[in-house]
């Protein structure tokens, strides 16, 4: 349904709105209020509103390519496997403009919705252990796994003098 409201734009089916039709709309609505944030993807970059819950994708022309908008998060097709959704989610939890809480509603997440809650909190908790942020030692079990990388990785970012990526 998600795929078929961001490749048709005059597709309405259950969600009684286009998503990708409503987020371009709102976006222009709000663009004096939209507070740009930083995407940390090369190529793209995010806006928010925290009083719509609206977060906008934009890429290197200027065209909304997906965000979130009434708890939707979508990402035009041609625009998928690059990360997005998951900094979508990372960035919308950290600005408040969507709670962790309200996206499993009724367990309404589609598959690609749950890979992209894993992939965002994966990538937080990649983030928080690199940053020296204490981090519960029951998430860090699910990770364990990762834990060799993230800290091989460290090493080789700090001794070549690059940071890694926030």
Not at 18 to 46: A, H, K, Q, W
Not at 72 to 96: K, N, S
Request: glycine letters at 8%.
């Amino acid at each position: 349904m998600i795929t078929r409201a961001c490749s048709d734009p005059t597709y309405v089916g259950k969600l009684r709105t286009n998503p990708i039709v409503d987020l371009r709309t709102r976006e222009e609505e709000f663009r004096y209020r939209m507070v740009s944030i930083d995407c940390g993807l090369d190529g793209y970059s995010m806006a928010i509103d925290r009083a719509a819950e609206t977060l906008a994708v934009y890429d290197t022309a200027g065209s909304v390519i997906g965000g979130i908008t009434h708890r939707r998060i979508l990402v035009l097709p041609d625009h998928r496997g690059q990360g997005l959704g998951a900094e979508i989610l990372i960035h919308a939890f950290e600005t408040g403009v969507m709670h962790p809480s309200t996206m499993n509603r009724a367990n309404a997440l589609t598959v690609a919705g749950r890979a992209n809650r894993k992939s965002a909190h994966r990538i937080a908790v990649e983030r928080a252990v690199r940053a020296g942020v204490e981090v519960d030692p029951e998430v860090l079990a699910d990770y364990a796994e990762w834990m060799p990388a993230w800290s091989a990785s460290e090493n080789n970012h700090s001794s070549s003098g690059n940071a890694p990526r926030p």
